[in-house]
């Protein structure tokens, strides 16, 4: 498959907006806010960026991709169905029993997701862990995470941070979905994660800040992770909680509450409408 | 005798000479759980986490996703602090990842309660698919090391700070899931693992000679556990008693009165163990005699029941 352009990742990027939505209004349960704040980002590696064979989800030298906040799966069942590991209606089963589009990434019974993930602050370990085995082969592949903002507050991702930086590994690239919402409120009044970029350069990170919905900004900023040597990137990218759906940018209650049939109607005619 | 952490570092460092794609990941204890002995030898395939192991556990599993099988090391205690990512990242994910647990129980002596691994059988053998093992001697220790490197899914081994002697005959086979045979008897058996089981056949052989055969047998897999085995004692002998460095609570204890209540045998059940307190700072001996983990203790135990 050809890589998508800017023009073709927009258009992809709302059919998987449409997608998220339909399967969370199904499934009757889940979490749309920060599925679509990390869509564009998660659209962009799949079709733009990461090399990799959908008929060989297991191949060993495709670059990898972790979703540590789990519950923004419903974005990756989206971009993967749509990229061709499977139809994308079969997401339409998302949360159901025996499904394998489990409510948080489930490496087992879905081969295509590379690590279970859900209970927050895990999966930039695993990542750095793939990504020292790649060195350790001399394989070329690359590996990237992404985390939510709200996630960052795990301690266990600063030991990852901390670790990765002192591994100086390049192969990594992380994203941080900075979209500024958690279940109990803004980041900044729950627990405060200021200044970002600083805390990242401190633990020797290289730092991008970017608009996490620009495919333009995301694709450049991919570039400059490949092209930086001797340390790890981390792309700190801004978005919006819900967005492309008006009702759900302004309300955090968008966390974690999937969206009825009206709803469902309304944000579609939204989303084809085109984004802001 | 040999302490089951040192059979560790010299069982791991031949499996690194055999297979390319052993790795091991340590937090800062190297010395003491004994993957040292790796990292001198093969400084390329060890990896030197810091005091992280939450992180240490998720690295591992990333490794596993690439075909390595990762040893990581620290004291059982501090792994076990780490439930949650031990039982998402590694045990939901089924990764081939090893963990190592050493400094098992009281045992370990004047470090404290803090340092000492007794909770970890109850923690571990709760994971659907983690194998828990606790070897004998180092003969088993070492037959255990090679057998992981065909197991399928993850593992945890929970190792001795103390020296322990050999239990196992040579020719010694490991098989995971089943208890080892040790001495016969009739009058009672005592179900034992890791540094218990040698513990638990000195008392057997003192009682031998004050006219009590007790039987002894080595379980050194809580999990998968070898059921079988404790119902056909529990229905030949009126008394079946467990011993074990860990708390009675979910332990081996634990275990085996899961699979008596199931078994409808008519044996009592006697647990030795720690009774469900922390431990404290004392010298190993003293310790075990406060705790009756040691061979008089368990002598002693057997002889008021049996009376």
Redesign the interface.
Known sequence: MEKLDSEGLKSQAIKSRKLILQMLEKAGNGHPGGSLSAIDIITTLYFNEMRLDPQKPTWEDRDRFILSKGHGVPALYATLGYRGYFDPQETMNLRQLDSPFQGHPDRVRLPAVEASTGSLGQGLSVAQGIALSARLDKKDFRVYCLIGDGETQEGQIWESVMSAGNYKLDNLCLFLDWNKYQIDGAVEDVMDLNPIPEKFKAFKWHVISINGHDVDQIQNALKEARDTKGKPTVIIADTVKGKGVSFMEVDNKWHGVSPNKEELEKAISEIEGGLK | MKATRASFGEGLAELGREFENV?VLDADLSKSTQSAKFAKEFP??F?Q??I?E???????????????I?FLCSFGAFLTGRF??I???VG???ANVRLVGTHAGVGIGEDGTTQMALEDFACMRSIPGMAVLSPADDRETKAMLRYLMDHKGPAYIRLTRQAVPEVNKEGYRFELGKGVELKAGTKAVVFATGNQTGLSLEAANALESEGLDVAVVNIHSIKPFDSELVQKWANKVPFVFTAEDHNVVGGLGGVVAESMAESGASARLIRIGVNDVFGESGTPQSLYEKHGLDAKGIKARIKQVLS
């Open positions: 790795v390329e395939r990896f986490m810091g992280q939450a992180n240490m556990i998720g690295v591992a599993a990333g490794m596993s996703f690439s075909g390595k990762p949650d990512t039982r998402v990242s939901y994910a089924e």
